[in-house]
């Protein structure tokens, strides 16, 4: 069976990240014939030589023209085991923002480090932030080991000091390979220039990293009720996690009715039971008013209900957070209007200090802030919710995505 | 406790966003070619919204260059599915003076747009559902599932929104709309298992057959009142299949000997040319011509 990984690649282009995505995709087979021919030509015109892989990742024409990359782009290789999705984000302006962005649908992120510089302020930012989104599996890829003569000492030396700073960090499984992305050591195929390194190549982490099932709460945002006629009412929606049974006693929040489930319909027939991320219709036993934005939980194991709520908030916009103004909350399926109570502090993204006294967020700032919602949203904490703990603000004059939010 | 496959996981994602669309938007459509893309489409509709109808019309773009095979399956699968098909047509757009060509056997493919912003502002059609990929395309790849457009219709890819876990900002002014694409993270392969999977109809054209054609450029021109070879070409006749269905002077098939689709998955796995690299001569042009048109508004 093939199962299917998303993640992120974060470092910058002098990290050799282009390189090392282009070599993934290369070595795995999955550069085209065109596109490599392309890749070519465009090498030959800027006067090199050979095939620059990273010219796979430059996207649009307004970045070749600036020689820059301006937002995330996503990436697709699969092999026989897995799917793999890759964000690519680009690694200097706008960082915070596109990194959250690309890092918030992943499950893995590798970081780069450039052997010969070690961890930098780049490095630890990177970290931080992967936590912060809460990926649970970080790849420490170090490369270019092929300048550092293979060295175990350099290796070992950079893991050490990356492994100190990752302490403060809330990461669950964090893997370092040493590598060289030009020369294809330890990235698809195992190196015989680096014999004492007994670990995996990064494909092989890739592909046997750990996705596990989700065991966890059961939570059923209702998105569209389906009344097509006569005796049929059914709640559609996926399961953002855990999983739920027929027969199983629910709660419908925020009203807090209760009812049973009495079937899981799927255009594929009725199951007995179903699981995140399934998309599913429930029916059941009573006839409840419930509408899109309830949450469909089990009555045992109910996530908190309330107006007020603290957040990690990371904001997105060029404009700035106007701290007097209110915003749209999207949370699962529910909107609302949020005001803000209070910004508790900032957090310095590259010494990790927490800046006090901050009247306004500008893009790229993150910052622990209290909300105050119009209507009680039922969430979890994001640490142990992705799905239920995390929420965007929406400016309600420009319609623009202005932050994101993950409850603490 | 089922174990989910990654063509379950994008499945789901799909019918997610397909409701919220239902859910969040005023006026929604689904684009619907016959082609394979737009078919899985639709069985993700079905997946999403039955024992309802679906919570939107179908509408299609006709260039009038379509192949006929693929125009009859549209109409026969919209009908099977009861569901109410919506088609305008270029040869209307060309009439009004909307579209002017240079030559009447030109690609019509750029010039779709046009027909297109009619349609949305006649029935007031605030998103439209389509079957982009990402893996199609550089630009594709930089697309949000929901790609906001201007009142002129145009994609700006400098200023798009951020779109973050599967929370989507749906909203939009009076004048502009969304293109929503939810099938944005399957790839050629994806589509083609999950055509399997669902055992799909598809339009034979897709599976290998015996036709006419020419050798142009890198690529295989099919033969047809809008195609006749050139002086000093010749035609030949071989055994072809199309990996998509646009408009028929600028799709070229590939070669190929897969009858079924267990041989085409195997094709598809082994190819080792992208899927608008080997058929579409209109995205050869440049290296940004897939950009260009989509900043005027192309799908």
């Known amino acids: 069976m093939k199962t299917m990984l998303r993640f992120i690649t974060a470092g910058s282009v002098d990290d050799g990240k282009s390189t090392l995505i282009g070599r993934l995709l290369h070595d795995s087979k999955s550069i085209f014939e065109d596109q490599l021919s392309a890749m070519e030509k465009t090498t030959k015109r800027r006067g090199l030589q050979g095939i620059d892989l990273s010219l796979l990742t430059d996207g649009l024409q307004a970045e070749r023209e600036q020689g820059i990359t301006i937002d995330v782009a996503y990436r697709y290789f699969s092999t026989p085991k897995r799917k793999f999705i890759i964000a690519d984000t680009p690694g200097h302006e706008q960082y915070t923002r596109n990194m959250v962005t690309g890092a918030s649908t992943a499950n893995l992120a590798i970081i780069l480090i450039d052997a010969r510089r070690g961890v930098l302020t780049q490095t630890k930012r990177h970290a931080y932030l992967a936590s912060l989104v809460g990926i649970p599996h970080l790849v420490v890829a170090v490369n270019k080991m092929d300048l550092v003569g293979y060295s175990k000492e350099a290796f070992e030396s950079i893991v050490a000091e990356f492994s100190d700073f990752a302490a403060r960090l809330d990461i669950e499984d964090i893997v370092a390979i040493p590598m060289s992305a030009l020369e294809g050591d330890n990235v698809v195929e195992k190196t015989e220039n680096m014999p004492w390194y007994e670990g995996e190549t990064l494909l092989s982490v890739l592909e046997n990293v750990e996705r596990e099932q989700d065991i966890g709460d059961f939570r059923f945002p209702v998105q569209w009720v389906c009344r097509p006629g006569q005796g049929f009412r059914g709640y559609m929606g996926r399961i953002e996690s855990g999983s739920v049974a027929v027969g199983d006693e629910i709660a419908v929040l925020p009203s807090g009715r209760n009812s049973r489930i009495r079937e899981i319909h799927t255009f594929d027939g009725p199951l007995l039971e179903a699981v995140a991320p399934q998309s599913v219709t429930l029916l059941l036993e009573e006839e409840l008013d419930i509408s899109r934005g309830d949450m469909i939980v089990k009555r045992d194991n109910q996530p908190k209900l309330s107006r007020t709520f603290e957040a990690m908030l990371c904001w997105l916009s060029e404009e700035p957070l106007d701290a007097k103004r209110k915003y749209l909350i999207k949370h699962g399926t529910r909107t609302s209007k949020i005001v803000f109570e209070k910004i508790d502090y900032r957090v310095n993204v590259n010494s990790l200090e927490q800046e006090s006294g901050i009247a306004s967020l500008s893009m790229n700032d993150i910052a622990r802030v209290g909300l105050r919602a119009q209507h009680a949203l039922a969430a979890d904490s994001y640490a142990k919710n992705r799905a239920t703990g995390s929420f965007i603000l929406i400016d309600e004059f420009t319609n623009n995505t202005v932050a994101a939010g993950m409850m603490t | ?299």
């Open chain 2, 1 to 299: 406790m089922k174990k989910l496959d990654h063509l379950d996981i994008l499945e789901s994602e799909s019918i997610h966003i397909m409701r919220e669309v239902a859910a969040e938007c005023a006026n929604p459509a689904l684009l619907f070619s016959g082609g394979k893309d737009s078919i899985v489409l639709l069985r993700l509709a079905e997946k999403a919204f039955r024992p309802a109808r679906f919570p939107f019309p179908l509408l299609h773009i006709d260039t009038g260059h379509n192949f006929p095979e693929v125009i009859d399956f549209r109409d026969r699968r919209a009908n099977e599915l009861g569901e109410r098909l919506i088609v305008r047509s270029m040869e209307d757009s060309i009439k009004n003076k909307r579209v002017v060509l240079k030559r009447h056997d030109q690609s019509r493919n750029a010039f779709q747009s046009v027909t297109l912003l009619d349609a949305i502002a006649e029935f007031n059609f605030d998103a439209c559902l389509g079957g982009a990929r990402r893996d199609e395309e550089k630009a594709r790849a930089k697309e949000r599932i929901f790609s906001f457009r201007d009142e002129f219709g145009q994609w700006d890819p400098k200023n798009q929104r951020p779109e973050l876990w599967d929370i989507y900002n749906t909203r939009v002014h009076p004048g502009e709309n969304i293109r929503v694409f939810p099938i944005s993270n399957w790839t050629e392969l994806d589509i083609w298992q999950y055509i399997r999977r669902e055992k799909l109809e598809i339009p034979g054209i897709y599976f290998a057959h015996s036709r006419e054609v020419i050798r142009r450029g890198n690529g295989l021109m099919p033969v047809s009142h809008l195609v006749k070879p050139l002086e000093g070409e010749k035609t030949e006749k071989i055994s072809v299949r199309f990996r998509t269905v646009g408009d028929m002077t600028c799709t070229c098939p590939v070669e190929s000997i897969a009858s079924n689709l267990e041989e085409i998955i195997m094709e598809t796995a082994a190819t080792r040319i992208t899927e608008r690299g080997a058929t579409r001569m209109d995205d050869q042009t440049s290296d940004a011509s897939m950009e260009l048109r989509k900043r005027e508004g192309y799908f």
